[in-house]
């Protein structure tokens, strides 16, 4: 990788820590996209809240 690759990839993470106050590490910073792109590309299943259809039944109708 050369380094003005580098140079915009690293001033791009920081940009990313500094949106996001929760994410600590760079490294942690890193994982978060790299699950995100997975994720929007379909290469991971999307992140679903809440039961799977299968545990679904009468008690759990509100």
Known sequence: MNAL???K???ALRSFIADHPGT???DQAIATIL???FT???YLPPGQEGLRPED???SNDD
């Open 35 to 37: 699950e995100n792109w």
């Open 24 to 26: 600590l590490s760079r």
């Open 9 to 11: 990839i690293e001033t």
């Open 56 to 58: 679904l039944d009468a």
């Open 40 to 42: 929007s590309h379909g």
């Open 5 to 7: 690759y580098t140079d």
